[in-house]
């Protein structure tokens, strides 16, 4: 059952206050029938459920002989999964309207999530042969709630293509693809479809943001930052289409366009701690420390459990070298959540700048104990090693880690480790291999042993490579 999807405009606010003020002052209240369902459909777009049943209720008093008031309470009833109720309400609508497509299409949803199976996809059948093609539309969205339940999700895919090849405008099956597209995993089906779609309606928020998810998954990034501007480009309000491209281009390192998406949001919505996160993110790759923390101490403050929001103001006071401000926000963040490898790296790291070895070695291991599958946290531990002047122990660590990850830079630094350790002629022997495997990453050997690119034979061989 649709629900209007409501623009905040006067009269219907008119009409909610109007209405609110007889409630609270006790008052009955008479409305004609449409303007009772206006009400209906407005808390129901509201997620006020309960009010929406109590201005049904009070609706069937007034108009007692109204299957559409019927109909739409069993929706409601259906929503807070009160099915039972829902198909007593739908008798006395049927008595009332025999002949309703809607009342049938209620009943087998209803069905549905009671199990019966069965005796709903009969009722849809039945409805398949009499129905126009708007209806018949609505009966392949319901009969692709069924297929979900069964978990039969290519099914389910198809029943929403014939709902759109009937009507290309159903909301509610436009709706219900972007899951089904997850659960089927028909992305380059959903690609065809939605664009089929468009050639019909260009202006359909909904398939463009449901192409941008295909788009993504099939990795055409650039192609679903496009559709997600179309989305939200039609339809303003479409708060998913913002973050869902301010994402990506995240994730593509586009930060500048994916702070004017964050920025969208701001205007136009509530803000949460994760947007605020983000957005402190974005000013943090621009270099503008200051403002990114002003931005997270807000995340903060909307969520003091936020895990992430107190690591990345401890990166903020590692970026201004203020290690002992840094080590307790890591710390903040650890507390809240204990599985995160990155955080003990940072910690780690912290403690290592202001001469505490100890504990950066405590919490370096911990990184690796966390994640021994990531080569990046095992190469922190042993360049951190080497730096300290504990060389044999790095070449510990590296055995160790050969069992569990794979990674150029763990070569390189055990390539470091054998020049520190004087065993010159298996370092050299290694770094031969491995610049002709790999030559891209050769100046991590540099970065661990700065003396070596001074080292005439070293510069010899790389330059043989290199030609």
């Known amino acids: 059952m649709n629900f209007k999807n409501f623009d905040n405009s006067p009269a219907i606010t008119n009409l909610v206050s109007e209405y609110e003020t007889s409630h609270q002052e006790g008052m009955s209240v008479f409305y004609d029938e449409t303007v009772f369902l206006q009400l209906i459909d407005y ?13 049904a209720d009070e609706a069937i008093r007034c108009h007692e002989f109204s299957a559409s008031l019927y109909i739409r309470k069993a ?51 039945e409805l398949k042969e009499s129905a126009d093609a708007e209806k018949l539309s609505d009966v392949y969205v319901t009969e692709s709630l069924l297929y979900e339940k069964i978990e039969l999700y290519d099914r389910m895919f198809y029943a929403l293509e014939a709902a759109l090849s009937e009507n290309p405008d159903n909301q509610d099956a436009l709706e219900r693809l972007w899951l089904c597209v997850e659960l089927s995993k028909k992305y380059k089906e959903s690609v065809r479809l939605h664009e089929r779609i468009l050639d019909h309606n260009p202006y359909s928020h909904i398939a463009w943001y ?20 179309y989305a939200y480009l039609i339809n303003e309000r479409f708060e998913f289409a913002y973050r869902d491209c301010a994402e990506i ?3 593509m390192g586009y930060y500048k366009q994916a702070l004017n998406c964050y920025n969208e949001v701001l205007e136009h919505f509530a803000p949460d701690s994760d947007l605020f ?26 969520d003091p459990v936020n895990d992430e929001v107190f690591y990345h103001i401890g990166l903020c006071y590692a970026a201004k070298e203020e290690w002992k401000k840094a080590i307790r926000f890591y710390f903040k963040a650890i507390n809240i959540e204990d599985k995160r490898e990155e955080y003990f790296a940072s910690l780690a790291e912290a403690y290592f700048q202001i001469g505490r070895t100890e504990e950066a070695d405590q919490y370096f291991r911990e990184a690796t104990d966390i994640a021994p599958e ?12 080497i730096e300290t002047g504990n060389t044999e122990t ?50 991590l050997l540099f970065e661990l042993v700065p003396e070596l690119e001074n080292d005439s034979a070293i510069k010899a061989i790389v330059s043989s490579y290199l030609h």
């Open 394 to 443: 790095a070449l510990q660590i590296l055995d160790e880690a050969e069992e569990y990850a794979i990674g150029t830079e763990l070569l390189y630094c055990r390539i470091a480790s054998l020049f520190k350790m004087d065993k010159r002629m298996d370092a050299l022997y290694l770094l031969n291999e491995q610049l002709e495997n790999d030559i891209e990453m050769h100046g």
């Open 277 to 302: 996160l983000r957005i402190g993110q974005c000013y943090h790759h621009f270099g503008d420390i200051r403002k990114a923390r002003n931005y997270f101490v807000q995340a903060a403050l909307l």
């Open 374 to 385: 990531q080569a990046q946290y095992w190469f922190k531990y042993a360049s951190f090693l």
């Open 210 to 229: 449901n192409l941008g998810h295909a788009y993504a998954y099939l990795g055409r990034y650039e192609d679903a930052i496009e559709a997600y501007e």
């Open 43 to 55: 808390y129901a777009e509201e997620s006020m459920i309960e009010r929406a049943l109590e201005v």
């Open 249 to 251: 281009c995240f994730e």
């Open 75 to 125: 929706a409601l009833l259906i929503r807070i999964r009160e099915e039972d109720e829902a198909l007593d309400i739908l008798d006395r609508a049927e008595v009332l309207a025999p002949n309703a497509v809607d009342i049938q299409l209620l009943r087998a949803e209803a069905l549905v999530f009671l199990g019966d199976h069965s005796e709903a996809l009969l009722i849809l059948e």
